[in-house]
């Protein structure tokens, strides 16, 4: 006696062909395979600000201090700056840097696009790290109650 059974000529096919299933699933998985090293986007690296002081580093008055106001008013160093001479300021500031390290500071009403562009600016300066800060608005003094 056998396990398979006879189907005669004209029953129907009743049996799931999995061949094709797996064989397609297997392309998929090769196509995925071949893409996620392309998906991989490069980001900006921002340190991340420690409650600790540093020994041995170079003081932050040594940094470059970008202020970008709530009006998107720009200082390098406490030094206004348009569009135009942003670039030029930063990489001025950069070559009297030890660190090559920029602090930004923005407010939270500051649009995103705002703070990336001048992160861009500073990359493209020479920039070797970059800090981002809150603005004075967002720290300001806890609210009474009542």
């Not at 720009?74 to 001025?92: Q, Y």
């Not at 660190?99 to 600016?121: F, H, P």
Request: charge should be negative; aromatic fraction near 2%; charged fraction near 25%.
């Amino acid at each position: 006696m056998g396990a398979a059974t006879q189907q005669q000529d004209d029953a129907p096919i009743t049996d799931i062909n999995v061949a094709p299933l797996v064989d397609v699933s297997l392309v998929l998985v090769i196509i995925f395979m071949a893409i996620a090293p392309l998906a991989i986007q490069a980001g900006i690296k921002v340190l991340e600000s420690k409650a600790t002081a540093s020994v041995g580093k170079v003081s932050a008055d040594d940094n470059v201090r970008v202020r970008l106001a709530k009006d998107g008013r720009v200082t390098v160093n406490e030094t206004a700056a348009d569009a135009l001479e942003l670039l030029p300021l930063i990489v001025a500031a950069l070559d009297r840097s030890q660190d090559k390290m920029v602090i930004l500071t923005a407010d939270d009403e500051n649009k995103v696009g705002e703070v990336v562009s001048i992160l861009d600016y500073a990359k493209q300066a020479g920039a070797r790290k970059l800090a981002i800060m809150r603005g004075d608005s967002a720290s300001a003094a806890p609210k009474e109650n009542g």
